[in-house]
């Protein structure tokens, strides 16, 4: 069965970079301040919790998002500077505008051979996001956790995008950075998958679940043309 729609993660996927988690770690260490792994993680997970629980960030720009987030994250954390805030916000930011912009142009090339959607487990606003950074206009659905109720790896929020798109799943290839949330939740759903393994890590032991490995997005169009010239067999690399 060809691939005819395609799917895409929005967080560590559109906007580059891998887990926000792992992106503010790197930021905190160029400002020059040096946080043990859990003290950053529940600092995170804080101010993800209350991003999540806050109604008003469903009419949220990206800019909005990241400076609440990391507002949340310094309070948590009993680093609350100003100058501080500015840095790791500013920076993330144009780390994340930077990838959306190169990424939009490979969407802009896909479009004209796939139908495209985003789901993505976010707070409620993703398609503003993506309508503020041009990508949205690209796509035939999107579908955000926060809105549908259910997050990947849930099948049903894959559901939820195969109907809005009104493709058979077989024929649907999901693209995400997330092992455990994209890959598996997009199998467990019946879909193709395509894992964004931008750092080379090692395969998991069950990667055959994995149709195609990409180290960056460029490289989708190239393999999304080579797995659709070639039997489609479910699992293979």
């Known amino acids: ?17 891998g887990h926000w988690l792992a992106r503010f770690a790197a930021l905190y260490r160029t400002a020059g301040i040096d946080l043990a792994p859990h003290t950053l993680a529940a600092a995170f997970q804080h101010a993800e919790a209350c991003t ?30 100003p100058r501080l805030q ?7 930011l144009a780390d994340s505008y930077l990838a959306l912009g190169r990424h939009r142009r490979v969407l802009e090339h896909l479009a004209s051979t796939f139908v495209l959607g985003v789901v993505s487990n976010f707070y409620g606003n993703v398609d503003r996001v993506l309508a503020e950074t041009g990508i949205a206009s690209l796509l035939s659905t999107v579908v955000d956790s926060a809105v549908v109720g259910f997050a990947k790896p849930d099948p049903r929020i894959f559901a939820c995008a195969l109907r809005a798109l009104r493709c058979r799943a077989g ?9 455990a949330r994209d890959i ?23 990667a055959g679940v994995v149709d195609i490995s990409l180290r960056s997005l460029h490289e989708l169009p190239v393999r999304l043309a080579a797995l659709n010239s070639r039997p489609a067999t479910l699992g293979a690399p």
């Open 184 to 206: 598996i939740g997009a199998r467990a759903a019946g879909l193709r998958t395509a894992w964004l393994n931008a750092n080379g890590e090692a395969p998991p032991a069950d």
């Open 1 to 17: 069965m060809l691939i005819r729609a395609l799917l895409f993660d929005y967080g560590g996927t559109l906007d580059g970079g």
């Open 52 to 81: 999540y629980g806050d109604p008003d960030v469903r009419r949220a720009s990206l800019a909005d998002v990241i400076e609440r987030h990391v507002h949340l994250q310094l309070t948590a954390l009993d680093l609350r500077h």
């Open 171 to 179: 024929e649907t290839l999901h693209v995400g950075d997330s092992y």
């Open 86 to 92: 500015r840095h790791l916000a500013g920076r993330f």
